[in-house]
């Protein structure tokens, strides 16, 4: 599920809410469907990020409609937050609390809607649409609803964007530019609400560019705030200098492991230099989605054999993106919570054809037969799609519902790991070292945010960090750097692994002989995907 997206880390049937109507997890499909209204709490909260609850717990009866996000309709939801009755069960209510301090952080504290493009960028997209978790006819009419609303969420958007920083403008300009990409007369809705979402997109696109010219030069939301984007929604304090040190420490251990994996592969190279010639070991275009699906199967049954986590069961199939999101080279779109039993899909995308060869080559790179292991066992199982899977069971609507991103990231990053650990291709170490560097990028966006947000870095200092610890270079180390402008929270890949980590190592402390990987995990996805600070009631009070 890897991509930039705002901190909440890479889904009932279609129609209109009516007025003063609460929606209704499933609404009268799915798995966990109820008539009972939900939670006003949980209401309010889905309005606050609308995007993420449609697509990733599958809230449908919210298809075809847009967030407001002008300042005054935020304003007006974060003033309801908090009303209504608490969740009976004690973790769910914390995890409900915790959400609701993360949109005050985020919408109130540092008013990200008026600073950072890519909430009003989510909210336009209607690449949900895409996904068969509904009839055609219901989810064609869904995006024709949804992208008949441009318009008045690009005036929102017009309105709110009055402090957007000139990087983070420049940045976000090629992904604004590409959502008029789906806009199709004929195939994505009538002519005349094309013609009007089109005319609406290019007023946004344009303002944009004027934020990318004229918008100030500082990008850092700064320490207090970066903590509380962190925290808040996670349900604990971040001590951002202890954190930066963390970032190091893992750096160290994981370059240490990457080097000793290097010289059982080629004794006397250089890592850098064996990583550069890896790199160009992959599958051709065609043979990339083959090779996927092979390693599906041989993950799937590692994790089994070895009792890592209850089986998943479910499909997942193996294909290119939509076409609306082909800038992902590799993501998963699982069959949500509140949504009828479907087949999830792994994209993994090949290059377009009429790309220059050096880009194609560029692009096939990143699935070497060093990494695409390393992203199948993070973006499947015991991956993203596992644990999709899991929530599907999980108890009430707000595990079903809310997902920490930095959980949902960290687990999925944890088990690329806890691959290596328990001897996943052993015999070849083109694993450990797709996994290891992989790791060394995700440490470097943590150090980086920190540093950037802090002022203990500046930008070309943050591109030195990834060409010098993650083996990026130019381009790509300044494309990693840029992304904390405006993704501040991207760290959470390796922070959400560091303290599930540690929490591991306190139920073994805990538990002693009746510790299991299979107990520790299992206890901890049965509380969906939990604020890190919440994590430790998985170990109950044993």
Known sequence: MEGPRPASHGHVESGEVPAGAAPVPGGSHGPNSTLAPVNPRIETLCELSLPEVREYAGLHRYDGEVQDLSPAGVEARLGRLGQGPPEPDRHDQAHLQAEEAGARAAFGLLQEHRRNPLYHLDNLDVAVYDREYAPKEHRDEARRRHLSRWPDAVDAAIGALDRVPAVVAGALLPATRGLAAVVEPGRTADSATCDAALEAHGRLVSHLERAASAGGPDASIGAAGLAALMGEGNATAVDLGRLALRA?????????LLEEACSRLAPGRPPEDLVAELARDHPDAEGIQAEARSLIGEATAFTLDHDLIPDPGGECLVGPAPPSRRWAMAMMSWAAPHEEDAPSWYYVTPPDPGWPAEEQ???????SRTTLPAITVHEVTPGHYAHGRLLRSARGDVRRTFFSSAFVEGWAHYAEELCVEEG?????????????VEALV??????????????????????HRFEADAFLRGPAARAEATRAAYDPTYGRYTWGKLEIVALRDEARARWGRRYSHRRFHEALLALGAPPLGLMGDALGES
């Not at 190091?248 to 240490?256: K, L, S």
């Not at 995700?442 to 591109?463: C, K, P, Q």
């Open 248 to 256: 190091d420490a893992e750096r160290d251990r994981v370059t240490a």
């Open 361 to 367: 080559e560029e692009w096939l790179a990143v699935f």
């Open 424 to 436: 996943f291709r052993s015999e070849d170490p083109r694993f450990a070292i797709g996994v290891f």
């Open 442 to 463: 995700r440490i470097s966006r943590l150090a980086v945010a920190i540093g950037l947000h802090t002022g203990a870095m500046n930008m070309d200092e943050a591109v």
